[in-house]
């Protein structure tokens, strides 16, 4: 089970820490990947950090703006959003990836196991 927090309004420019609480399992049984829904837009990947940790990916348009990190102690997975533009505006939800964030990297989302709920991230002034 993936439960996500920490979405709200934001001004242009602004930071917000998403946050992926995860039950039931260990990160080195799944890697776990962001992802992002704008309203009459496809779900797109937003970052993944692999199952080790050691491995993170991220999307072109998020890439030195945005830092995937977990910790173990608390079964979370973070999201650090900086920087943030009216486009970041969408729904961001977490989902376990059963491989090293190749499920992720190619939009299999059939491969995805568990979803959470999402969180509103919106970025205005």
């Known amino acids: 089970q993936l439960v996500e927090s920490g979405g709200d309004l934001v001004q242009p420019g602004g930071s917000l820490r998403l946050s992926c609480d995860y039950f039931?399992?260990?990160?080195?049984?799944?890697?776990i990947g962001w992802f992002r829904q704008a309203p009459g837009k496809e779900r797109e990947g937003v970052s993944c950090i692999s199952k080790s940790g050691g491995v993170t990916k991220y999307a072109d348009s998020v890439k030195g703006r945005f830092t995937i990190s977990a910790d173990n102690t608390k079964n979370t997975v973070y999201l650090q959003m900086n920087s943030l533009k009216p486009e970041d505006t969408a729904v961001y939800y977490c989902a376990t990836d059963p491989t090293e964030c190749i499920y992720y990297s190619n939009m299999y989302y059939p491969g995805l196991g568990s979803w959470g709920q999402g969180t509103q991230v919106t970025v205005s002034s």
């Open positions: 039931g399992f260990t990160l080195n049984s799944y890697a």
